[in-house]
C-alpha cells in the first residue's frame, strides 16, 4: 500500500521553530512533485511549498523567508523547516504527493494531517 505518513508537528511558543517530515512509503518507483498545505479552522486549504524532483520551489508569500522545503529523492521523504512562527501559522498541515509512480501507474496521495499549534 503507498502512503504518506507525516510527522513533526506540536505546541510551539511564538517565533519558534518546528520541522514537519513526510515519508512516501510502498512500492514507489518515483515522485514529481511533494508539498505542504495547510488548513486553519474555518478557512480553506492553502498551499504552503511545494518541490519537485528536481529541485524546484514554490511558497506562499505567507511563508516566504521563513520556511524552507527540501527534499531528499532516495528516502521519498519531503521536510518543512519551519522558522519564526506566528499564531496565524496554526493549522493541520498536510502532506501532498503528486506524479506518484507506482505499478499501478501513476498516483496522487495526501497525508492524514499534523497539528501545528503555535501560541504562547
Known amino acids: 500500500q503507498v502512503q504518506l505518513v507525516e510527522s513533526g508537528g506540536g505546541l510551539v511558543q511564538p517565533g519558534g521553530s518546528l520541522r514537519l517530515s513526510c515519508v512516501a512509503s510502498g512500492s514507489i518507483w518515483s515522485i514529481s512533485i511533494m508539498g505542504w498545505y495547510r488548513q486553519a479552522p474555518g478557512k480553506q486549504r492553502e498551499l504552503v511549498a511545494a518541490i519537485t524532483s528536481g529541485g524546484s520551489t514554490n511558497y506562499a508569500d505567507s511563508v516566504k523567508g521563513r520556511f524552507t522545503i527540501s527534499i531528499d529523492n532516495v528516502k521519498n521523504t519531503v521536510y518543512l523547516q519551519m522558522n519564526s512562527l506566528e499564531p496565524e501559522d496554526t493549522a493541520v498541515y498536510y502532506c501532498?504527493?503528486?506524479?506518484?509512480?507506482?505499478?499501478?501507474?501513476?498516483?496522487?496521495?495526501w497525508g492524514q494531517g499534523t497539528l501545528v499549534t503555535v501560541s504562547s
Open positions: 501532498h504527493a503528486d506524479g506518484v509512480h507506482t505499478y499501478a501507474g501513476y498516483v496522487e496521495l
